[in-house]
Antibody, heavy 122, light 112 residues
Framework: EVQLLESGGGLVQPGGSLRLSCAAS????????MSWVRQAPGKGLEWVSA????????YYADSVKGRFTISRDNSKNTLYLQMNSLRAEDTAVYYC???????????????WGQGTMVTVSS | DIVMTQTPLSLSVTPGQPASISCKSS???????????LYWYLQKPGQSPQLLIY???SRFSGVPDRFSGSGSGTDFTLKISRVEAEDVGFYYC?????????FGGGTKVEIK
């Protein structure tokens, strides 16, 4: 069964850091691009970042560029999101999502994790 | 950035009746490869989003045939031919042609 399991969320103070992980199983992880999508409480979906299957190409929304870093360890079938300089507006459920192919664009998110909550508050 | 605009914001439907959601993009989603990269997702209460439709009109694996997508260029529609209780939730369209990937604001579907 194809599965994504996020972890690492929690409460952090403004300006703090957090690293999210997404453990993948049931598919050849390195063959697919991966992405992070977030959802603020009571709000819609916002794309955050994406990474190619090899990890050689990364992409970010302007709202997180320079503060967040996406990476992957294909030997561990795990996707990461390092979040620094966190702000109150980063409070959201963070979902990892499998892209349906190697390319970050022109492909749907066909599998989603259950999400992990990040709360930025003092 | 491509802006995705969904209407209506919410929909209350009698079971067995049809429902329709519109999604308009600020730029054409037609790629030079001839395909149009518009997707539909459903987020059921308390769950993660799930893929319903890809490339405007192709149903994802396991999606019932009462769901259908149509449209071209900048105007798209998701139709549910006969709404069932399990169809409640928020529906989102998303464009996949340009970064940043962008979603519509969502349409809440409820049962009367």
């Amino acid at each position: 069964e194809v599965q994504l399991l996020e972890s690492g969320g929690g409460l952090v103070q403004p300006g703090g850091s957090l690293r999210l992980s997404c453990a993948a199983s049931g598919f050849t992880f390195s063959s697919y691009a991966m992405s992070w999508v977030r959802q603020a409480p009571g709000k819609g979906l916002e794309w955050v970042s994406a990474i190619s299957g090899s990890g050689g190409s990364t992409y970010y929304a302007d709202s997180v560029k320079g503060r967040f870093t996406i990476s992957r360890d294909n030997s561990k079938n795990t996707l990461y999101l390092q979040m620094n300089s966190l702000r109150a507006e980063d409070t959201a459920v963070y979902y990892c999502a499998k892209v349906a192919s190697r390319a970050v664009t022109t492909n749907a998110f066909d599998i989603w994790g259950q999400g992990t909550m990040v709360t930025v508050s003092s | 950035d491509i802006v995705m605009t969904q209407t209506p914001l919410s929909l209350s439907v009698t079971p067995g009746q049809p429902a329709s959601i519109s999604c308009k993009s600020s730029q054409s989603l037609l790629h030079s490869d001839g395909k149009t990269y518009l997707y539909w997702y459903l987020q059921k209460p308390g769950q993660s989003p799930q893929l319903l439709i890809y490339e405007v009109s192709s149903r994802f694996s396991g999606v019932p045939d009462r769901f259908s997508g149509s449209g071209s260029g900048t105007d798209f529609t998701l139709k549910i031919s006969r709404v069932e209780a399990e169809d409640v939730g928020f529906y989102y369209c998303m464009q996949g042609i340009h970064l940043p990937l962008t979603f519509g604001g969502g349409t809440k579907v409820e049962i009367k």
